[in-house]
């Protein structure tokens, strides 16, 4: 199997030479660095169609298929040799492989980060406006992708904090496991929100806060936080956890919290045997809007993948 081709374990970055991939890059490396395991650094192109002005490249008179222009590959492993070596004086000691890939960079960043730890992305590339919108790959590869993506965009300074959202579901729990192994690597307090929100009144009258024989929204709040929590203390001893539940919009309170953290974990809720192409409306409006880094877990995500 060509090499290129291969899906590769370790930390998968895209890079488009942009100022938000440099920044995913430099994300990427470190968080590589301490997971102990390798930097893959991936730029991706794409073939040109009939009548569209691409990437350079000539039809093969046999085949009639559509190759790139050597001349093409060769400046983008020269522009990825450059990153790899920047990198490689920043972290001494981090392997670091690049790839070039030609195709829709979502589908072939999703494609070789298959066995990764995770695919990190820049939050906007060439022409997106940050924090404001979301690049198309970066959109792109969030929605596709079955393994944690994070979404690149510069952290509170000196923030030692991880903000994750905790709702029970499949997805949530995957979350949590991924924040508390996160929060342990970096030293960083772990911060469990669950969000609840007033029901609206209808013709049988006023929502109810909790009557007799049924917990109010808070008490069923901190027991959803407990049980989400339940035997993750054990294997993180030294990570400091506080608990809290909000009333209010998921979004707002989970995008204020985001204001001062290292990294907002939201889980990606998948639908069916598609589910790598649904993100729920939360883990959407995170990745599009939050101030700092986002990771989306999808649920049954391994802590190893094969």
């Given amino acids: 199997?060509?090499?290129?081709?291969?899906?590769?374990?370790?930390?998968?970055?895209?890079?488009?030479?942009?100022?938000?991939?440099?920044?995913?890059?430099?994300?990427?490396?470190a968080e590589a660095e301490a997971l102990g395991t390798c930097l893959v650094v991936v730029r991706t192109m794409t073939l040109p169609m009939p009548n569209v002005d691409f990437v350079p490249g000539v039809i093969t008179p046999v085949t009639g298929e559509i190759v790139p222009d050597q001349s093409v590959v060769d400046y983008a492993e020269k522009e990825l040799a450059e990153v790899a070596a920047e990198v490689g004086r920043k972290?001494?000691?981090?392997?670091?492989?690049?790839r070039v890939r030609f195709g829709r960079a979502s589908w072939e960043l999703a494609d070789i980060g298959r066995r990764a730890e995770l695919i990190v992305v820049g939050a906007s590339g060439r022409g997106a406006l940050p924090r404001l919108l979301l690049g198309s790959t970066a959109s792109q590869v969030v929605h596709t992708s079955a393994r944690p993506v994070v979404v690149v965009r510069a952290a509170a300074e000196k923030a030692r904090r991880v903000v994750v959202g905790v709702d029970g579901s499949p997805a949530s729990v995957a979350a949590v496991r991924y924040a508390y192994d996160f929060a342990d690597r970096h030293g960083c307090t772990l911060h469990a929100?669950?969000?609840?929100?007033?029901?609206?009144?209808?013709?049988?009258?006023?929502?109810?806060?909790?009557?007799?024989?049924?917990q109010s929204p808070q008490d069923e709040g901190e027991r959803l936080l407990a049980e989400s929590l339940t035997g993750l203390a054990e294997r993180h001893p030294d990570v400091v956890?506080?608990?809290?539940?909000?009333?209010?919009?998921?979004?707002?309170?989970?995008?204020?919290?985001?204001?001062?953290?290292?990294?907002?974990?939201?889980?990606?809720?998948?639908?069916?045997?598609l589910r790598g192409a649904f993100l729920g409306s939360v883990s959407h409006a995170m990745a599009y809007h939050a101030p700092c880094p986002v990771a989306i877990v999808r649920e049954g995500v391994e802590e190893h993948p094969g």
């Avoid at 938000?20 to 990427?28: E, K, M, N, S």
């Avoid at 972290?91 to 690049?98: A, I, K, Q, S, Y």
């Fill in 1 to 29: 199997m060509d090499e290129a081709n291969q899906a590769e374990p370790g930390v998968v970055v895209g890079d488009d030479g942009s100022e938000g991939a440099r920044l995913a890059v430099d994300w990427a490396a």
């Fill in 241 to 273: 956890v506080h608990r809290e539940v909000a009333l209010g919009s998921v979004a707002e309170v989970l995008l204020d919290h985001a204001e001062a953290a290292t990294l907002l974990v939201v889980g990606g809720h998948g639908r069916g045997a």
């Fill in 193 to 214: 929100v669950h969000v609840w929100s007033e029901p609206p009144e209808d013709v049988f009258g006023p929502a109810r806060s909790g009557g007799e024989g049924q």
């Fill in 91 to 98: 972290r001494p000691g981090l392997p670091v492989r690049t």
